[in-house]
């Protein structure tokens, strides 16, 4: 009878043992239920998100076609990659695309001819680059520039899949000798249709993403710029002028600005004129590449390239980085109160 003793617990253990069960069952209740009514509450201001957000209707503009065509020399043949950022959904006027603003902006800034072909498509998620980038080998490009990543993030693609897709596209590209800029995941938690705490949620989810895109793309061989929540605080201040009505998209002048902070990539990768320098070694804008794309998505407007030190192309922590804070070409891209609204939006980028 003595090993019966051993292994049942005597009356005040039993409470006890049976005190911690009925706290841990009411614990894991507690917690299911937390997480079943934030889980409410996202499904909720998911719901009430689409219904401030219009669906897209009309198409926006095309931009194809040849800029600075008074400039001599073969063209610089550039494509447009991507999503409805990319097509420039939101506008109403070719010149006020985002391909049209950097074909424009290249073309002055380098005095050639740019011949433009977009081929991003409005809803595109980054599964989407495949037939894209197809399309676009076809007609030989020096340059594209690949706007993707803030569908993957509301549709809840797995990053590491989105991630693969966009990789795959800089490879094929790459592998043509196409120089590819790849602007990275917006931060989509400075959409103030979308409210907390699902905005929290995808502002993580979009730099989370951000930072993936970057090492993935940079270790594939290309440039990144983050345009995390570039258009936020100008958005606060002036939500009509930066966003579109359907306050989800950029409007013109934010648009602009985005390409001002997209241009001087663009060049560099081109490796014309001055903005192409060597990366300093040693310098403090050099660092692994996992810390410069975490930097990177925390700070928009950042660029992120491949860098050596000391002739070697990898540290202890991975692949060198440069990170650089160039001084936006567009300062004086978004027009003035009192200039007309039909105004050309590109005096900073020539």
Not at 44 to 68: H, L, N
Not at 84 to 107: D, F, K, M
Not at 148 to 170: E, S
Request: with cysteine; glycine share 12%.
């Amino acid at each position: 009878m003595g090993d019966v003793g051993s292994v049942v617990p005597v009356a005040p253990q039993w409470r006890r043992v049976w005190r911690i069960a009925r706290v841990a069952a009411i614990g894991t209740g507690a917690t299911a239920a937390a997480a079943a009514a934030t889980g409410g509450v996202l499904l909720g201001q998911a719901r009430q998100a689409r219904r401030t957000i219009p669906m897209a209707e009309a198409p926006p503009p095309r931009c194809d076609g040849v800029y600075g065509a008074r400039y001599p020399g073969r063209p610089v043949t550039m494509v447009i990659l991507g999503d409805s950022s990319a097509a420039g959904y939101g506008v109403h006027r070719r010149r006020e695309t985002p391909g049209a603003l950097l074909a424009t902006g290249l073309s002055r800034r380098l005095h050639r001819p740019v011949r433009l072909h977009r081929f991003a498509v409005v809803g595109s998620l980054s599964a989407g680059l495949k037939p894209q980038v197809e399309s676009a080998l076809d007609v030989g490009p020096d340059i594209a520039v690949i706007l993707v990543g803030g569908n993957d993030v509301t549709n809840r693609t797995p990053p590491a899949l989105a991630v693969r897709y966009l990789v795959d596209a800089v490879r094929a590209l790459r592998a043509a000798g196409c120089e590819v800029v790849v602007g990275t995941c917006p931060d989509l938690g400075a959409i103030r249709p979308i409210q907390p705490p699902l905005r929290w949620l995808a502002r993580r989810w979009s730099r989370q993403l951000a930072a993936a895109q970057t090492v993935a793309v940079v270790e594939a061989g290309g440039w990144t710029v983050s345009l995390g929540d570039l258009l936020g605080p100008r958005f606060t201040a002036e939500p009509a002028r930066m966003f579109a009505w359907d306050r989800f998209h950029p409007s013109a002048e934010g648009y602009a600005m985005a390409v001002a902070a997209l241009l001087p990539t663009v060049i560099s990768a081109l490796g014309i004129g001055a903005e192409r320098r060597p990366a300093p070694t040693g310098a403090a804008g050099v660092r692994s590449l996992p810390d410069a794309a975490q930097e990177a998505a925390r700070h928009a407007g950042t660029e992120v390239s491949a860098a050596q030190v000391r002739g070697r192309d990898r540290g202890p922590a991975g692949r060198w980085a440069q990170l650089r804070r160039r001084a936006f070409f567009g300062v004086g891209a978004v027009p003035r109160p009192g200039r007309a609204a039909d105004a050309p939006t590109l005096e900073g980028l020539a």
